[in-house]
């Protein structure tokens, strides 16, 4: 074997590992990033003690954690009325759940960076030793608010040429494309 190649076991624990850092960069507990990596090569939906059993760890653990990618919608639960488990997969589409996930926070922001560039239009006497501060902030949240505004204006019709990319590429693999 070539040093250059790598397994199927291989790509999973790096994907996996990668998913731990990058959900703990963000300021979430690792084992987030390894469930949803466990999630992102499942070909069917998990239960909870299914993910468990995959790494090692406890149900409840894993219970805590899958509610956290369930709250950012990166995860969706699937109750069966064949058993009292539930189970857990990522939505075909996932990567535009993010995206409206991304747009939603920006737009949060902006309400908030709106909100506080009026309370600067309703201050009245400004005293001169507090002008520079006032004037570099204000200059500051105006270019904040207007990075944002471009932003969720760049983002805005990216959803109808995802679906359309999207279309292409289920056809170029051959596969059906259920929404």
Known sequence: MNSSDIS??????????HMSLMFENDGFSPLVGKIFALLLFAP???????MADQLGVTKAAVSVQVRTL??????????KSSDRRDYYYIANDFSMIV???????MQSVLEKIDSTLNQFQQIQDIDDEDRPAYDASK???????????????KLS???????ER???????????LSE
């Open 8 to 17: 199927f076991t291989d790509l999973r624990t790096n994907i996996s590992n």
């Open 44 to 50: 069917a939906p998990l239960s909870l003690q299914d």
């Open 70 to 79: 369930e709250k950012h919608a990166m995860c969706h639960k699937l109750p």
């Open 99 to 105: 995206v409206h996930s991304i747009i939603h926070k």
């Open 139 to 153: 200059l500051r949240f105006a270019e904040m608010q207007a990075l944002y505004r471009l932003f969720i204006e």
């Open 157 to 163: 019709g990216l959803e109808e040429d995802w679906k």
């Open 166 to 176: 999207r279309q292409r590429l289920y056809k170029e693999l051959g596969k059906t």
